[in-house]
């Protein structure tokens, strides 16, 4: 199966600064990534995904970079905002969409 | 579009007892799928259903079992309750679609029923 594992369990940036959260994954089968943002009392949030097949991937205020060689991959995130504080997780998939493996979370604070 | 809806939001129950959560999906979706999610852990995936059947299952007991709907909602039942079941419950559903590659579109999660067992 797959195990996907978050560097720091906690990470405080300053309110416009760049974030960058970080993932490793074990399963080298996992054909599929997937960041979740998760605010408090509320359910997971897609964020951006990325297949294995790419390296990088561009959404709005975010890039996901996934190093295959290393089984890393990181979620950017530009111009970071209050709004942004949530935690954050990384999922990955091996099969089957929604069969997915989250890590623990990341809890991103902005401080103002 | 209401979304992803779960209900109840909160629910306390005596060990041993048995309870039913609820699902709803996201209008035109035809898959749900369950996940558990214990404080500060992120969600672990319990089954999916589709076609009113289990089609993938994670490592939970059977103790968890569920059921699928004709319009596509789903119910989550857990017997004989543990105190380690208590956690947050989610939801999420995706519409299953053979002729995209990854197979499924994207997951949207309900905001979750937290079940806490006394």
């Known amino acids: 199966g797959e195990s996907v594992g978050l560097h720091l369990p906690t990470l405080s940036v300053q309110e416009g600064d760049n974030s960058i959260i970080n993932c490793a994954y074990s399963?080298?089968?996992?054909?599929?990534f997937i960041w979740y943002k998760q605010e408090s009392g509320k359910g997971p949030q897609f964020i951006i995904d990325?297949?294995?097949?790419?390296d990088k991937r561009q959404g709005q205020r975010v890039t996901v970079l996934l190093n295959k060689t290393v089984k890393h991959l990181s979620l950017q995130i530009a111009a970071t905002q209050p709004g942004d504080s949530a935690v954050y997780f990384c999922?990955?998939?091996?099969?089957?969409?929604?069969?997915?493996?989250f890590g623990t979370g990341t809890k991103l604070q902005v401080i103002p | 579009d209401a979304g992803v809806t779960q209900s109840p939001t909160h629910l306390i129950k005596t060990r041993g007892q048995q309870v039913t959560l609820r699902c709803s999906p996201k209008?035109?979706?035809?898959?749900v799928s369950w996940y558990q999610q214990a404080l500060g852990q992120g969600p672990q995936f319990i089954f999916q259903?589709?076609?009113?059947?289990?089609?993938q299952r994670g490592n939970f007991p059977d103790r968890f079992s569920g059921h699928q709907f004709p319009n596509y909602s789903s119910e989550l039942n857990v017997n004989a309750l543990l105190l380690g079941d208590s956690a947050l419950y989610l939801c999420?559903?995706?519409?299953?679609?053979?002729?995209?590659?990854?197979?499924?579109?994207?997951?949207?999660f309900g905001q979750g029923t937290r079940l806490t067992v006394v």
């Open positions: 999420a559903s995706s519409l299953t679609d053979w002729g995209w590659a990854q197979g499924q579109t994207e997951a949207f």
């Open positions: 399963n080298s089968a996992s054909d599929y």
């Open positions: 990325i297949r294995s097949n790419m």
């Open positions: 999922a990955g998939d091996s099969g089957g969409y929604q069969k997915v493996t």
């Open positions: 209008s035109g979706h035809d898959t």
């Open positions: 259903y589709y076609e009113e059947e289990e089609r």
